[in-house]
């Protein structure tokens, strides 16, 4: 059976890429044979959407792809066709992200996928394709974020909670995940004067410039925050950490900072503070369908549609230019059935 896909390949040199191409493909089955492992699920892919990684990959940027040829697309939203995995049937209705495809393995810029079902959930009833692909893995690691941030104890009595990268896809969806839930958000950005009004329209009640964050600070500084959830790394985490309540909780996924942390541990040892770690991509199957049905309860939907665009395969490469050039906001999802 013959379907449409994006396909990257690449040659490389020590590490430097020295060719790439990046074209829309007629393929066959046989084409995905390496994707399913010993349990392979073949899926009817109706959604998939560009994220800034996908973005890379489309454009040859280094680091992303390690396959070649390879199909791009970290996220996935589509129907089982068949399943050599006793744990999911034909017609099942399922969501893919992370588990390296778009980097390792074929991913979901395709109307067909092959994938093993270690990541696989199943997409909630009140959860429809498009939306489910509009929150993608962004979406996605804000849940897991907000679930860290329960786990811990911080609620929306403890005190007001940071969001850093606010205006990013993971910090977007955060900032509106725990609006709704009722905590008292502070959005912290570096674009507090441009992205103001959008980050208040998600429930933000202050927006921070991050420029107040990014020196490095005294390790202990005043007390603001009951919880933050951190995108960027680097001082601004440094600070969050020596500014958190005794016994608060940072969680952390993102390095648009860097990958340092200049901090000591005096957060640790005199305040209590927690730093947790969120990695999307090898979250446990059991951890990501408790993330999505949250996410189909917790998110406001009429707010996630006015943030989406929709284009097709051929559309795909416009917006991958598009997303590495910082011109777009929101989400990007890509109908593929």
Request: hydrophobic letters at 45%.
């Amino acid at each position: 059976m013959s379907f449409r896909a994006i396909v990257i390949e690449q040659t490389t040199d020590r590490g430097r890429i020295t060719e790439h191409a990046a074209k829309l493909r007629e393929l066959d089955d046989d084409f995905l044979t390496a994707s399913g492992g010993e349990r392979p699920i073949d899926i009817e892919v109706e959604y998939s959407d560009i994220n800034y990684k996908d973005g890379m990959a489309i454009a040859g940027r280094p680091g992303i792809v390690k396959a070649s040829p390879l199909i791009p697309g970290i996220d996935l939203v589509g129907r089982v066709v068949s399943s050599a995995d006793l744990a999911f049937q034909p017609g099942d209705e399922v969501i893919l992200t992370g588990d390296g495809i778009g980097e390792t393995k074929h991913g979901g810029l395709s109307e067909r996928a092959r994938v093993n079902g270690d990541a696989l959930v199943r997409r909630p009833q009140s959860l429809s394709a498009k939306r489910a692909a509009a929150i993608g893995t962004a979406g996605f690691t804000a849940m897991l974020s907000v679930l860290a941030l329960e786990r811990a104890g911080v609620t929306r009595d403890s005190g007001p909670v940071a969001v850093t990268g606010a205006s990013g896809g993971v910090g977007s969806i955060a900032v509106a995940i725990l609006a709704k839930l009722g905590y008292e958000v502070a959005a912290i950005t570096g674009r507090a004067q441009v992205q103001g009004d959008f980050l208040a329209s998600l429930g933000a009640a202050e927006v921070l410039d991050r420029a107040e964050f990014v020196e490095s600070g005294a390790p202990l500084q005043q007390r603001r925050w009951a919880g933050a959830v951190d995108c960027v790394g680097s001082t601004v985490l440094a600070n969050l950490l020596s500014q958190t309540f005794d016994n608060g909780t940072v969680t952390a996924c993102g390095l648009a900072a860097g990958t340092d942390l200049p901090t000591t541990v005096l957060p640790f040892i005199l305040r209590g503070v927690s730093l947790a770690g969120i990695n999307s991509v090898t979250a446990s199957r059991t951890l990501r369908q408790q993330a999505w049905d949250r996410l189909a309860s917790d998110l406001p939907f009429e707010l996630l549609d006015s943030l989406t665009e929709e284009t097709t395969l051929e559309g795909a490469f416009d917006i991958a230019d598009e997303i590495l050039a910082g011109r777009v906001r929101g989400r990007t999802v890509v109908k593929l059935a």
